[in-house]
């Protein structure tokens, strides 16, 4: 019946779905809702819809499979790889109203919340109870629970806590096929074969639209200090991890350039000391008794003395690791105004430095004029390496040139067994580089999934799946 819908035919049925005004279509909203941080391109979806009852996104769902129409799901915005851009005249379904904490369990220390309460929402909801929500990045202010499910998202304290994967006992979701599938439902153990909830996490809206989800929440940190250390050179990374690893207990182990350290105190941030290193170190440990601080006075000492750090500051005060903080969560929207190519790579954290100087070592030789930026999470292995345009190259003539060069910088995350999107997710910038780190049996296991959950393939198209199907 659907098919020969006009698009007017199409949005009046999509507002008699959710409602007059929780449908929008001008272009302002329609470029707003249609994109994420990559603003890749321009985006063009033909309506926003608002729904408010996970029915509401079952008929939206029904509808769009049988008018043939696309949709692409749309939580924060605040991705990275393009994977909430709707670029064809797709259906947006933005969560925003579904964004209830609709239970607590004690108990079980956990929350079932709609896929739109965002994710600094979920962190101040159990701190009101006296637990943790951990998964935490720069982006939780606006990040909302159903996009940090469908991207798996990390964050800075994956070191000790994992990722969103972890704290998900339950998901809802509707299917592209518009039935409503209640996964897991909250249990700890469930061995009843194959776990579709660990499928939908990380599946970027190409399996359906997360409507509800269980959290599981954790008891409330130590205290803690935050450590800045400036370093003489890369090898010394790993000794200082060793040498903190066996002292203290870390929540948190960042680094970052000279470079990115100079575009974060551009951007209004104080250096925390004078020296000038070519890297710096963030590390978060818990400080909740004498021994412990001792510990960490006595491991900064020992790093000192073996030239391993140059100079370093451990916080005082929770204002001064607030913003020794920032001086690390500040630096993509610092660098957001330059543009940069995105990379967001890993390896195993004991092969980062290999890592990292081969890849200086390819740039050096073939783009020297690239400047590169280096920062990331490296206690486990994830680096984001932000390339900055150099002035004279037309910015179509810089992408083609780090296309090329992610040609040899994937040869080198290929021959490390690392990983081409290590935490910001394939969307449409990486699902190129796929085939890189996945063989074609993978790449066709993951076609075949994506059909059973999806089967007419209306799902937010061309995201993760190597070829973008006309629609
Ligand atoms: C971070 O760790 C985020 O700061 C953003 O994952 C990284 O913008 C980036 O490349
Ligand atoms: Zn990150």
Redesign the pocket.
């Known amino acids: 019946m659907g098919a020969e819908l006009t698009d007017l035919d199409f949005i009046r049925r999509v507002r008699g779905i959710c409602g007059q005004k929780n449908v929008l279509t001008g272009t302002a909203d329609l470029e707003f809702f249609g994109s994420d941080r990559t603003r890749l391109a321009t985006p063009a979806p033909l309506a926003v819809a608002f729904p408010g009852t996970t029915e509401q996104v079952v008929d939206l769902v029904r509808l769009a499979a049988s008018a043939g129409r696309s949709v692409v799901p749309s939580g924060g915005r605040t991705g ?1 790889s393009g994977g909430a851009m709707a670029l064809r005249g797709e259906l947006v379904i933005a969560m925003d109203r579904m964004n209830t904490i609709k239970a607590f369990d004690a108990i079980n220390q956990s929350v079932v919340c709609q896929a739109g309460v965002v994710t600094a929402q979920l962190q101040a909801y159990a701190r009101d109870r006296g637990l943790f929500y951990p998964v935490d ?2 982006a939780s202010g606006s990040s909302q629970i159903g996009g940090n499910i469908a991207t798996n998202a ?3 304290r994956v070191i000790r806590y994992g990722m969103t994967r972890q704290w998900v006992s339950g998901v809802k979701l509707v299917t592209g096929g518009g039935d409503v599938l209640d996964l897991n439902r909250g249990l700890t153990k469930n061995n009843t074969g194959y776990d579709l909830r660990h499928l939908v996490v990380g599946s970027e809206g190409t399996l359906g639209i997360v409507v509800e989800a269980t959290m599981q929440l954790t008891t409330s940190p130590p205290p803690s200090s935050v450590v800045c250390l400036a370093l003489a050179k890369l090898d010394a990374v790993m000794e200082v991890s060793r040498a903190f690893k066996a002292s203290s207990s870390l929540s948190a182990f960042e680094f970052f350039s000279e470079a990115a350290m100079k575009a974060v105190v551009a951007s209004g941030e104080t250096r925390p000391f004078d020296t000038i290193a070519p890297f710096y170190v963030l590390l978060e440990l818990d400080a909740d008794t004498e021994s412990r601080v001792d510990a960490a006075f006595n491991c900064f000492e020992r790093c000192v003395r073996e030239a391993w750090v140059m100079d370093g500051v451990i916080s005082q005060s929770g204002e001064q690791a607030a913003r020794l903080w920032r001086l ?2 500040g ?2 929207e610092a ?1 957001a105004p330059l543009q ?1 190519y ?1 990379n ?1 790579l890993s390896v195993t954290p004991s092969q980062v430095p290999v890592f990292l100087a081969e890849v200086e070592e390819v740039c050096r030789s073939h783009y020297p004029d690239f400047s590169l930026v280096w ?3 490296i206690g486990d292995g994830n680096l ?1 390496l ?1 390339v900055l345009k150099p002035e004279q190259l037309t910015a179509a003539a810089f992408h083609e040139r780090c296309n090329e060069a992610n040609e040899k910088i994937y040869q080198i995350v290929q021959s490390l067994g690392g990983s081409v999107s290590a ?2 997710g394939v969307g449409l910038l990486k699902r190129g580089a796929l085939a890189r780190t996945s063989t074609p049996p993978e790449l066709a296991i993951l076609r075949h999934i994506k059909s059973a959950f999806d089967p007419s393939g209306i799902m937010n198209p061309g995201k993760i799946m190597p070829t973008i199907p006309d629609s």
């Open positions: 990275l990045f720069a990390g964050g800075i690390r969560e630096i993509s660098l940069p995105k967001d920062y990331g999470h984001h932000n935490e910001h």
